[in-house]
């Protein structure tokens, strides 16, 4: 006997199952930066600022970031602190400000569209001589809706508490519209099956 399933079946089936993220996870509150590319959470929105810290040689072996399309290379990656973030404009400036470090480097930083290696950087931050060194660095010529990674790193292994925020630009992207719900209309009583939605364009996660 077949069973034309009604709406409100529809939806309790489709809250029910569970789909794959299809990026990184977005941040918790207060959550610091990754050690390594790989595992950086999305920061959803830089407009109200995050705070964060280096620590002492998290890196082993240390990466280095040889091209720039922007900047100064080679920036050596001793103790870094990786971002994700979704370009909401073309153009962004992050601006970098240590607020206490142990000694006299300051911080390199660089824009990363990968973390494939070997690394490549859209833009290098300048190095800074002190230890109270404010610096930024812009992406130019951003995807809208694409993932970039801001990678935070101690010159020298320098150990620095630091401030992220952004100058100009936008790293907050509006939901895309939910596509239609995909699967059968009609299933046998106590059948097992399953229902997908495309891919929501700028969404981090799905329960």
């Not at 602190?81 to 390199?108: H, M």
């Not at 290696?117 to 931050?125: D, F, I, K, Q």
């Amino acid at each position: 006997m077949r069973k034309t399933l009604t709406s409100f079946f529809f939806l309790f089936l489709f809250n029910m199952v569970q789909l794959a993220a299809q990026i990184n996870a977005g941040c918790q509150p207060g959550q610091p930066g990754a050690p390594f590319c790989s595992q950086a959470c999305v920061v959803c929105d830089f407009s109200n600022g995050i705070s964060d810290e280096t620590l002492i040689n998290t890196v082993n072996p240390v990466l280095t970031i040889t091209n720039c399309d922007v900047g100064q290379p080679p920036i050596v990656l001793e103790n870094p602190r990786w971002y994700a973030f979704i370009a909401g404009s073309t153009d962004i400036r992050f601006d970098i400000k240590p607020t206490q470090c142990v000694g006299n480097n300051g911080l390199e930083a660089a824009i990363v569209s990968a973390c494939d290696l070997p690394l490549r950087a859209v833009n290098c931050g300048p190095l800074q001589g002190g230890p109270f060194g404010d610096f930024f660095i812009v992406g130019i010529n951003l995807t809208v809706g694409n993932l970039y990674y801001l990678v935070v790193d101690g010159i020298n292994a320098e150990v620095c508490k630091f401030t992220v925020g952004v100058g100009f630009g936008s790293t907050y992207t509006e939901l895309g519209a939910l596509g239609p719900i995909q699967g059968l209309q009609q299933v046998c009583p106590k059948a097992k099956t399953f229902y997908t939605i495309p891919p929501v364009p700028n969404a981090l996660t799905y329960t």
